[in-house]
């Protein structure tokens, strides 16, 4: 059974840090990629980052870019996403999803076969 379990969301002050993982069990983890997405209420999900199976790509929206960091560790079958500068507009429930190989131009939660039940993030002002 594949199982993503995401961890690390809680209440933040604007301008400060979170570190959100994902552990992955029940399948080949380095034939994967890991995409992280929020939902914030009232708004669809949106795809934010994603690291392809072999970190030779990496993907950020827009409204990520230069503040969040996405890491993988094969050996340990985990995913990380460093939030640095957060902003309330963070403000969301944060899923981590898989799918193979490679991560795609544009994030659709269609293209992501397992997900994550959520964490929080609150942000502040």
């Known amino acids: 059974e594949v199982q993503l379990q995401a961890s690390g969301g809680g209440l933040v002050q604007r301008g400060g840090s979170l570190r959100l993982s994902c552990a992955v069990s029940g399948l080949i983890f380095e034939d994967h990629a890991i995409g992280w997405f929020r939902q914030a209420p009232g708004k669809e999900r949106e795809g934010i980052s994603c690291v392809s199976s072999a970190v030779l790509s990496t993907f950020y929206a827009d409204s990520v870019q230069g503040r969040f960091t996405i890491s993988r560790d094969n050996a340990k079958s985990m995913v990380y996403l460093q939030m640095d500068s957060l902003k309330p507009e963070d403000t969301a429930v944060y899923y981590c999803?898989?799918?193979?190989?490679?991560?795609?131009?544009?994030?659709?939660?269609?293209?992501?076969?397992?997900w994550g039940q959520g964490t929080l993030v609150t942000v502040s002002s």
């Open positions: 999803a898989i799918r193979r190989f490679i991560c795609l131009p544009t994030m659709a939660s269609s293209q992501y076969d397992y």
